[in-house]
């Protein structure tokens, strides 16, 4: 009984693993980021990003919403300029099971084994800040986990990469 409560759990901490966004930032420490107050998306770098019009609105429709609690406000003449980047994979698991039982007829012992292939999408999403009138980079964070195709979970998804990312920014130093 102990062994089955323990392998839920593991099986439970495994799948909440799997949902989570792992997010890294690195930043120039020469850059003084409390000169920093407004912002605008540099358009060449959103362009860029090879994802539908429609997830590119809901990224930036998230970074306004994080900017914004931050105290940081949209204008036409920024301090710093936001850029995405993204890329996306399937990470593929295999799982290989073996059966080992009693029946009810004279041949027990080990049973046939079956390998079990799951890919699931995952992608990873950069966010860079770049200081308005050098035109250097200042600050990157970077975002990677499990994707869903699901409508209405996307917004919610994608709100979690942007909001995880952007806890690191402006960097603490």
């Given at each position: ?11 439970v ?17 020469k ?17 860029k ?7 590119k ?5 998230s ?25 996306e994979?399937d ?23 079956y390998?079990?292939?799951?890919t ?18 200042v600050w990157q ?23 995880k ?9």
């Amino acid at each position: 009984m102990k062994t089955l409560k323990l392998l839920s759990i593991l099986f439970v901490l495994t799948l909440a693993s799997c949902g989570s966004v792992r997010v890294n930032a690195d930043y120039d420490k020469k850059a003084t980021f409390t000169n920093y107050k407004t912002y605008a998306y540099l358009k060449s770098g959103i362009d860029k990003a090879e994802i539908s019009d429609l997830d590119k609105k809901r990224i930036l429709y998230s970074i306004d919403e994080v900017m914004s609690t931050k105290g940081f406000t949209k204008s036409e003449n920024p301090d710093v300029l936001i850029s995405i980047f993204t890329k996306e994979r399937d990470r593929v698991d295999v799982y290989q099971n073996y059966g080992f039982g009693w029946g009810w007829n004279p041949w027990w012992g080990m049973g046939m084994g079956y390998t079990n292939v799951t890919t699931t999408p995952e992608g990873t999403l950069f966010i860079d800040i770049i200081d308005a009138k050098t035109k250097e980079l200042v600050w990157q964070g970077e975002g990677s986990g499990n994707l869903t195709n699901n409508t209405e979970k996307k917004d919610a998804r994608i709100m979690e990469f942007v909001s995880k990312i952007l806890e690191q920014y402006p960097p603490k130093n």
